[in-house]
């Protein structure tokens, strides 16, 4: 693989993720930036852009997960796929016609609890393990994926789940559930985006390939993620459990709860790369976001209306 030297990324301009790897590219020194103009369903325009760039690395950001969450791919499939489906495999295919390294952020949202991976087990789903979740429409086209995009050479994939920042961003896992009525309390492996996305930086630039559970070690319960909100965000917080049972009957698509092996990930890191186990890195992630909510002015007593709806 060719060294780092021009860096493009697709969904860099509006995508969460997409922007947070491009101020980390924009860090590196030696390294040109470049957010990409072009939809990636689009196979004409990727290509003149690939082909006017000449990046050494794409970084793929851009997917569809809904707004303001995946039961909206519920009733716009083709939109989901176009993007999901056609724009992943087209970028894919277009690095690889080129030789340049792809990064795809993809997703671990493709796999639910079973015999063989016991809720509480710590029994893992590994990256050979085949998809067997595919309750939602989003969790589909990401189960059809990943099959194709690992037959690239050129390819890294990184199965994402809930994804966490520190800070309290629509997208941001903690963000979704603490504004929910009612939560399921199910123990799942999960992102922490300020010490994993580094980590994919250092994995693209090391010219990983293949897939890759991108999770921190271990599990964490819902119940627990917002015990850590209530120390560090708000002390006055309380929140409701009910089951899966009950919680269908207010989603459209049932949701993925897995563990994820992480052996593979931690085994292949590029060196110098701390990455915490989940319970360690969501302390660490609170204490942040308590920080960058203070300097906001939202701490000790502006929290916005929407998160007050317990008081």
């Not at 009612?182 to 985006?193: A, D, E, R």
Request: charged share 25%; hydrophobic share 35%.
């Amino acid at each position: 693989m060719p060294e780092m030297k021009r860096v493009l990324i697709f969904g860099g301009k509006t995508g969460w993720i997409g922007q947070m790897m491009g101020e980390l590219v924009k860090k590196e020194e030696g390294i040109e930036l470049f957010i990409a103009d072009s939809r990636i369903q689009n196979r004409e325009a990727v290509a003149k852009e690939l082909d006017e760039i000449k990046p050494t690395h794409v970084l793929n950001a851009a997917g569809i997960t809904g707004r303001p969450n995946i039961d909206w791919c519920e009733d716009n499939k083709p939109a989901t796929m176009r993007t999901n489906v056609i724009g992943t495999l087209n970028l894919a295919d277009l690095c690889d016609e080129r030789g340049i390294h792809c990064t795809v952020y993809a997703t671990g949202c493709i796999f639910v609890y079973d015999e063989k991976h016991p809720e509480g087990s710590g029994i893992g789903f590994t990256e050979e393990d085949a998809p067997n979740f595919d309750g939602s429409f989003y969790s589909q086209t990401k189960g059809y994926m990943e099959p194709m995009l690992k037959e690239y050479p050129t390819c890294l994939i990184l199965r994402v789940r809930m994804p966490v920042s520190d800070d309290l961003f629509h997208r941001n896992f903690v963000t979704k559930i603490v504004k929910y009525e009612k939560v399921v309390n199910i123990p799942n492996s999960m992102t922490i985006l300020t010490e994993m996305l580094p980590a994919s930086l250092a994995m693209a630039k090391k010219g990983l390939t293949g897939v890759y559970n991108f999770t921190n070690p271990g599990v964490i319960s819902h119940n627990q993620v917002l015990d850590l909100y209530t120390k560090y965000i708000d002390p006055s917080y309380t929140y409701t459990n009910f089951t899966i049972e009950e919680q269908a009957k207010v989603i459209k698509a049932p949701r993925s709860n897995n563990e994820l092996d992480t052996t593979k990930l931690m085994r292949d890191m590029p060196e110098g790369i701390v990455i915490n186990d989940i319970h360690t890195a969501y302390e660490l992630c609170f204490q942040r976001m308590k920080e960058n909510l203070t300097k906001m002015g939202w701490l000790p007593d502006n929290m916005p209306a929407e998160f007050k709806k317990n008081k």
